[in-house]
């Protein structure tokens, strides 16, 4: 079971947009729309920001948006805010009450 | 609103069995809508599931960990809980428990996380 690969950073200026990529197999992202992404920000737990690929939970703004095509999700965040400088994990169902996360990117408001 | 809060020791030997509790409320345990897990975040690394557990006792282990894990749950407490046999000092990372919202499979709500070291 391999962690779903991320790159490791990405960056933008404050108002800019950003994307994320993560990328599994047609065993986990390509096999189920159950890919989440959560958001990290340094000593904190994660807190989930899109689910079921493009579902935003109550209360995260809709800066946040989630696709998928194929094996590959990604996350863009639009108009960069300050407060979003902060890790990002994908996660994704894997079958058989198997989830796999990944390997996290770390995103810079420059 | 669901609350979890981790517990239990922050240091733990080499070769000795690593324990923690996690404590639910504004909730039950018991609810046919969620499992119940354990992730782990060694320091500046990525996150790693651990395994979950459902009301009934059905447990589900990452299989790169399931030799050496085992997570129980006492509804009559609300709580859950994670035992990880043969630490060594990869084992150190901060512990989060989670609750698992069944169909659309995303952890909602995390307790604060609790740093376990592995050290004699």
């Known amino acids: 079971q391999s962690a779903l690969t991320q790159p490791p950073s990405a960056s933008g200026s404050p108002g800019q947009s950003v994307t994320i990529s993560c990328t599994g197999t047609s065993s986990d992202v390509g096999a189920y729309n159950y890919v989440s992404w959560y958001q990290q920000h340094p000593g904190k737990a994660p807190k989930v920001m899109i689910f079921?690929?493009?579902k935003r939970p109550s209360g995260v703004p809709d800066r946040f948006s989630g696709s998928k095509s194929g094996n590959t999700a990604s996350l863009t965040v639009s108009g960069l805010q300050a407060e979003d400088e902060a890790d990002y994990y994908c996660s994704s169902y894997a079958g058989s009450n198997n989830f796999v996360f990944g390997t996290g990117t770390k995103v810079t408001v420059l | 609103q669901l609350q979890l809060q981790e517990s239990g020791p922050g240091l733990v030997k080499p070769s000795e069995t690593l324990s923690l509790t996690c404590t639910v409320s504004g909730g039950s345990i018991s609810s046919s809508s969620y499992q119940w897990g354990w992730i782990r975040q060694p320091p500046g690394q990525g996150l790693e599931r651990i395994g979950t557990i459902y009301y009934s006792g059905n447990t589900y282990y990452n299989p790169s960990l399931k030799s050496r894990v085992t997570i129980s749950v006492d509804t009559s407490k609300n709580q859950f809980s994670l035992k990880l046999s043969s630490v060594t000092a990869a084992d150190t990372a901060v512990y989060y428990c989670?609750?698992?919202?069944?169909?659309?499979?995303?952890?909602?709500?995390w307790g604060q996380g609790t740093l376990v070291t592995v050290s004699s």
């Open positions: 989670a609750s698992l919202w069944l169909a659309p499979y995303y952890f909602d709500y």
């Open positions: 079921e690929v493009s």
